[in-house]
């Protein structure tokens, strides 16, 4: 007997329709449904509280199951990869983002400058790896977040003033100048700010 045939079986035994097994569980008469029917499985989490519902062992549920075993299989070699990706771009994070903090000192002749953009567009599309893997629910961005943005957004614009008032050029050229920069000052200031937010989430894969 599979999970699925388990599912409806335990429930049959004690009289209990799929919307009833549902709102114990805290989940949609869909998802009960689904289990049934073999088109998904639960979560670790959620087949421990099917085991409590039911009053029977995990290893009851999930013996005889291979497919089901497979599938957990799988979703932890995919949890594994995630979780080394997410480590390995929070570090070069950190690393991009002490080296465009300490720009105004390490950067100072105009040859090293022009790679300051090639670091903002990397630590930009690093940062978007890293929102990808992340658990929003334990990300709480409240005031100190936007505080943090903003603070860091503007320490940039003030440390690089000087170069701004010593740019050539015409009034056009010179104002979608300034306008790139602030731009760039914004996102630098957002991925920054994300990094150090993150950082609970980093301890904690590392920790795993």
Same mark, same amino acid.
């Given at each position: 007997?599979?999970?699925?045939?388990?599912?409806?079986?335990?429930?049959?035994?004690?009289?209990?329709?799929?919307?009833?097994?549902?709102?114990?569980?805290?989940?949609?008469?869909?998802?009960?449904?689904?289990?049934?029917?073999?088109?998904?499985?639960?979560?670790?989490?959620?087949?421990?509280?099917?085991?409590?519902?039911?009053?029977?062992?995990?290893?009851?549920?999930?013996?005889?199951?291979?497919?089901?075993?497979?599938?957990?299989?799988?979703?932890?070699?995919?949890?594994?990869?995630?979780?080394?990706?997410?480590?390995?771009?929070?570090?070069?994070?950190?690393?991009?983002?002490?080296?465009?903090?300490?720009?105004?000192?390490?950067?100072?002749?105009?040859?090293? =400058?022009?790679?300051?953009?090639?670091?903002?567009?990397?630590?930009?599309?690093?940062?978007?790896?890293?929102?990808?893997?992340?658990?929003?629910?334990?990300?709480?961005?409240?005031?100190?977040?936007?505080?943090?943005?903003?603070?860091?957004?503007?320490?940039?614009?003030?440390?690089?003033?000087?170069?701004?008032?010593?740019?050539?050029?015409?009034?056009?050229?010179?104002?979608?100048?300034?306008?790139? =920069?602030?731009?760039?000052?914004?996102?630098?200031?957002?991925?920054?700010?994300?990094?150090?937010?993150?950082?609970?989430?980093?301890?904690?894969?590392?920790?795993?």
């Amino acid at each position: 007997m599979n999970f699925a045939q388990k599912m409806k079986s335990y429930r049959q035994k004690n009289n209990w329709t799929q919307q009833e097994v549902a709102e114990r569980l805290n989940v949609s008469r869909k998802t009960i449904s689904s289990w049934e029917n073999s088109r998904s499985y639960p979560d670790i989490f959620m087949l421990v509280q099917i085991s409590d519902l039911y009053r029977v062992s995990l290893d009851d549920l999930l013996r005889e199951d291979h497919k089901m075993i497979d599938s957990y299989k799988q979703e932890h070699e995919i949890n594994k990869k995630e979780r080394r990706t997410f480590i390995f771009s929070y570090i070069i994070n950190v690393i991009m983002s002490v080296i465009l903090l300490a720009k105004p000192v390490i950067m100072g002749n105009l040859t090293l =400058r022009k790679f300051t953009w090639v670091l903002v567009l990397a630590l930009i599309f690093n940062t978007l790896v890293l929102l990808k893997y992340i658990d929003w629910k334990r990300l709480k961005m409240k005031y100190g977040f936007y505080l943090c943005w903003l603070v860091l957004a503007v320490m940039q614009f003030e440390l690089t003033t000087s170069s701004l008032s010593t740019m050539p050029g015409d009034i056009h050229n010179y104002l979608g100048y300034v306008s790139g =920069r602030i731009t760039g000052y914004i996102l630098f200031g957002f991925c920054v700010t994300a990094t150090i937010w993150l950082y609970p989430q980093f301890k904690s894969k590392i920790e795993q």
